[in-house]
């Protein structure tokens, strides 16, 4: 078999030791990673800008040591566009400051008196206006609600919620008694009890504040702007005036939002501003996501992208840093790998069990799967609660321990 020689020429010869050469360079300098070949210059590559050229008020809320109460839209508004990556990493950053990042509450949800409801709610299956197919009940009795407690508890889930359908509590005597009692018992078991019962004054809030209620939910579900396209039967201010009772009373107020309702990303801002210039933020801000019932007005509504949620979510930490961000209604929607985004964002409590109130909820086997792999656990009751006056009283104490300057004449 003949050889073919290759001659080159010197010039030739000239240009294969130029690239061998700048091959070697090349190789020797090599960046390992994802990213290889980073200008100096980041921004080059259209990298977020660095903390120090965000606005001041992004830079402030991440590093406060506590929450406030005078926000103005525009601050939330600039929060909220922040670029979203850029966005998420904060409000992680902020959750772990003021939280533990690893504890989830696993809160669960019974529906105590199903359907009837009087009030025109376009979201809600429960309204006697719309055919939704779900049928009017009398009130489940104590002794079924705590079974339904017990079985939560051997689950994992801490905070038992019970949620009833009608307008609000007047000329229910037997009712709140009944209510009571379920409260005692279910307090009795060591769990954190909440209830959502419509409008209630300030005598109905001490009596439930007096059972032993933790928590009482009454969500104003969306931007002051917006929520006369959801709602006409109540207004905005009475659900405001709800919140104060609970708050007055003593008791934990629980009171966020539904997207997907038709908003825009405005009225997400418009609800964060509601709750976070409250006289004192929420205990928990519940972030739900509509689940359309068909035969309601919202009944064809296409799903809000996550995207919207994920932005909610992170802003809502940032804002109200102390506040238990809840993943609540529609969560069946997100894949695990979103759940997980979301607490990386800030959000620790879920809804967990059998059902929410009409509708499909994600379960505790399903739960426990995703907490093992992630490295989550269920937060303790009361948890949150202990935190806050271990940090309360450590804040007394440095006062106290705080050099006082002299004054002299």
């Not at 009795?141 to 307008?167: P, Q, Y």
Request: hydrophobic share 35%; aromatic share 6%.
């Amino acid at each position: 078999m003949s050889r073919t020689r290759f001659t080159f020429s010197s010039r030739s010869m000239g240009a294969l030791q130029c690239l061998r050469q700048t091959r070697s360079q090349l190789i020797v300098s090599r960046s390992y990673g994802t990213v290889t070949n980073v200008p100096d210059n980041p921004s080059l590559m259209g990298v977020a800008p660095s903390l120090e050229s965000r606005p001041n008020v992004f830079r402030q809320a991440i590093e406060a040591q506590a929450p406030r109460t005078n926000w103005t839209k525009k601050e939330i508004e600039q929060i909220y566009n922040t670029p979203l990556m850029e966005l998420a990493f904060a409000a992680g950053t902020v959750h772990r400051r003021f939280h533990n990042p690893a504890s989830i509450q696993m809160c669960t949800l019974l529906n105590i008196k199903t359907g009837g409801c009087s009030e025109d709610c376009s979201y809600c299956a429960q309204s006697s206006r719309y055919s939704t197919g779900v049928k009017a009940s009398k009130m489940v009795d104590v002794d079924s609600v705590l079974a339904a407690a017990k079985i939560a508890k051997e689950n994992g889930s801490t905070r038992f919620c019970m949620g009833a359908a009608w307008r609000d509590m007047r000329g229910r005597k037997t009712n709140l008694k009944n209510v009571k009692a379920m409260v005692e018992g279910v307090r009795g078991m060591g769990m954190e009890v909440c209830v959502t019962l419509g409008m209630i004054d300030d005598a109905q809030a001490k009596e439930l504040k007096d059972a032993g209620l933790t928590a009482y939910n009454h969500n104003v579900d969306t931007s002051r702007e917006f929520y006369p396209s959801v709602i006409s039967t109540r207004t905005y201010d009475e659900r405001l005036a709800t919140i104060n009772a609970v708050r007055e009373a003593g008791l934990n107020v629980c009171t966020g939002g539904i997207l997907g309702l038709g908003e825009k990303a405005t009225d997400h801002v418009g609800l964060i501003h509601t709750v976070a210039t409250l006289p004192a933020h929420p205990e928990s801000f519940p972030v739900n996501t509509l689940v359309p019932i068909k035969g309601t007005p919202l009944g064809d509504k296409d799903p809000i992208p996550f995207n919207s949620t994920l932005r909610t979510i992170a802003t809502a930490r940032i804002v109200m840093p102390r506040t238990i961000v809840r993943l609540a209604a529609g969560r069946t929607t997100l894949s695990e790998e979103q759940q997980v985004l979301c607490f990386m964002a800030g959000a620790n409590a879920v809804f967990t069990g059998e059902k929410m109130l009409t509708t499909p909820c994600n379960g505790w086997d399903e739960d426990r799967v995703i907490f093992d792999k992630w490295g989550l656990r269920p937060m303790e009751s009361f948890e949150v609660e202990a935190l806050r006056e271990e940090s309360k009283a450590s804040a007394t104490q440095a006062v106290k321990e705080t050099p006082q300057a002299s004054v002299t004449a």
